[in-house]
């Protein structure tokens, strides 16, 4: 199977940065993109950032020119660059990888999730 394991949250003032980590292991074939979905108190989990292998991103609006995704092949690792941060970015924010392992389907594996919390 694939586990996912996030890391980089934390308490940040409002107009800060944090940069958040997930690292896909296991016994993994292929993934095909790797992403970023946040869920606030209250609210429904979004998209915030996906990527895929080939390099094609895609952003929700709301942190467009503010957060940045990258992903690491080699490492099956994907990286969240989050800038000028804002209360409402204040969120769960958990990673997913649609992913195949070895004796296993096409399907999105999520990890347990990481806080971030923007104070302002």
């Known amino acids: 199977q694939v586990q996912l394991v996030e890391s980089g949250g934390g308490l940040v003032q409002a107009g800060g940065s944090l940069r958040l980590s997930c690292v896909a292991s296991?016994?993994?074939?292929?993934?095909?993109?790797m992403g970023w979905y946040r869920q606030a108190p209250g609210k429904q989990r979004e998209l915030v950032a996906r990527g895929t292998h080939a390099g094609d991103t895609n952003y929700a609006d709301s942190v467009k020119g503010r957060f940045t995704i990258t992903r690491d092949n080699t490492k099956n690792t994907v990286y969240l660059q989050m800038n000028s941060l804002k209360p409402e970015d204040t969120a769960v924010y958990c990673c997913a990888a649609y992913s195949r392992p070895v004796g296993g389907a096409w399907n999105d594996y999520w990890g347990q999730g990481t806080q971030v919390t923007v104070s302002s």
């Open positions: 296991g016994t993994i074939i292929s993934i095909h993109s």
